[in-house]
Nanobody, 114 residues
Framework: QVQFVESGGGLVQAGGSLRLSCVVS????????MGWYRQAPEKQRELVAS???????NYRDSVKGRFTITRDNAKNTLYLQMNSLKPEDTAAYYC????????WGLGTQVTVSS
């Protein structure tokens, strides 16, 4: 079955860095564009970054220049390198296959202290 397993979150001071990973299974990873999403308490889930099957990337304005999304199709793994973290980046982060219909993973919590 479709599975997303996110990891790499944690508590970091403002200005710090984290690298998130997401291992997927149950579908052909290379056939889907992928995205990293985040959800802060009492807020809607939002798309942070996406990467197409061919590697074209897009970012929401608030993370441009700080976050980098990459994928390793051989390892069925999606990554998000997050630098210069800010307190407003605090949220649970999830990965998902764009256009796929299936359950979301548990996410990984990122907390940035000021």
């Amino acid at each position: 079955q479709v599975q997303f397993v996110e990891s790499g979150g944690g508590l970091v001071q403002a200005g710090g860095s984290l690298r998130l990973s997401c291992v997927v299974s149950g579908f052909t990873f290379g056939s889907y564009a992928m995205g990293w999403y985040r959800q802060a308490p009492e807020k809607q889930r939002e798309l942070v970054a996406s990467i197409s099957r061919s590697g074209t990337t897009n970012y929401r304005d608030s993370v441009k220049g700080r976050f980098t999304i990459t994928r390793d199709n051989a390892k069925n793994t999606l990554y998000l390198q997050m630098n210069s973290l800010k307190p407003e980046d605090t949220a649970a982060y999830y990965c998902y296959a764009i256009g796929l219909h299936g359950p979301w993973g548990l996410g990984t919590q990122v907390t940035v202290s000021s």
